[in-house]
């Protein structure tokens, strides 16, 4: 991972992971925010890096995708 990435680059590319992950599974938006008990926009809001889970969140929502955290987590340069 790049030291120079700003926070807000780390978040998009976390969201666009989840995103990525959630509909290699067939998932809306809304089948996933109802499965993770979670409001839709919050969801969205994840997806588009707008906003930071805390790594509880991350590991749940890995477990709902059924997909390795670290796929969640990976980061290219």
């Known amino acids: 991972m790049n030291l120079d990435m700003t926070k807000e680059e780390l978040l998009k590319k976390f969201g666009?992971?989840?995103?990525?992950?959630r509909m290699k599974k067939?998932?809306?938006?809304?089948?996933?925010s109802?499965?993770?008990?979670?409001h839709l926009?919050?969801?969205?809001r994840i997806?588009?890096?707008?906003?930071?889970?805390?790594l509880g969140?991350?590991?749940?929502l890995a477990k709902v995708l059924?997909?390795?955290?670290n796929k969640l987590l990976y980061i290219e340069e």
Not at 34 to 38: A, D, L, R
Not at 41 to 44: C, D, F, P, V
């Open 34 to 38: 109802e499965m993770m008990n979670i």
């Open 41 to 44: 926009t919050y969801l969205a």
């Open 66 to 69: 059924n997909v390795d955290i």
């Open 26 to 32: 067939g998932l809306t938006q809304e089948q996933l």
């Open 57 to 60: 969140k991350i590991l749940e």
């Open 47 to 54: 997806e588009t890096g707008r906003i930071n889970m805390s």
């Open 16 to 21: 666009m992971n989840v995103k990525f992950a």
